[in-house]
């Protein structure tokens, strides 16, 4: 099984790896800001990751690192 994930201080809440999941289970917290007041990106469902990696890809700010 695959694993997301984040860093949480890296991560500036930009929303591309929520648009490029093709299976939606990546989204922006709506409760919990880091350091530099950004709502960051976390996975809402580890069960149903595929692996894609598609979410570290588009990630500008190489935040996100996959683990199969």
Do not use: H, W
Request: aromatic share 6%.
């Amino acid at each position: 099984m695959a694993k997301i994930t984040v860093n949480f201080e890296r991560c500036k809440g930009c929303g591309l790896c929520a648009t490029a999941c093709p299976k939606k289970i990546v989204a922006l917290q709506e409760e919990k800001r880091n350091k530099k007041g950004y709502f960051t990106a976390y996975c809402t469902d580890d069960s149903s990751c595929i692996g894609c990696a598609m979410c570290a890809t588009m990630c500008p700010d190489c935040a996100i690192t996959v683990e199969k």
